[in-house]
């Protein structure tokens, strides 16, 4: 059975890019590392992704937060590197 495993991807300059660009190219990346076969359990597995504040519970949105799902990830700004960090679920 195919099962999905949650992912954390920091990615970026949030002063020099935009989070589409960001998500694009950590998806690029993913896919340069893992292959392009899918079911990576990477960030390449997700088509879209949600705003969350910097001080986001990740581990509770994980387990309760059904608006992040196998096609969805959240994500937020780090403020301590200035980058993205994108979190969810992925197939595998």
């Known amino acids: 059975a195919m099962g999905a495993t949650n992912f954390v991807t920091m990615y970026g300059n949030a ?3 935009t989070v589409a660009q960001a998500f694009g190219e950590a998806q690029e990346q993913a896919r340069y590392e893992y292959g392009h076969a899918g079911y990576t359990g990477t960030i390449a597995e997700v088509e879209s992704y949600r705003h ?6 990740i581990d509770d949105v994980l387990d309760n937060d059904r608006r ?3 096609s969805t990830c959240g994500y937020f700004i780090d403020p301590d ?3 993205f960090v994108f979190f969810g679920w992925a197939s595998e």
Do not use: I
């Open 15 to 17: 002063d020099k890019m």
């Open 52 to 57: 969350y504040p910097a001080d986001v519970d």
């Open 68 to 70: 992040v799902d196998k």
């Open 81 to 83: 590197n200035n980058a």
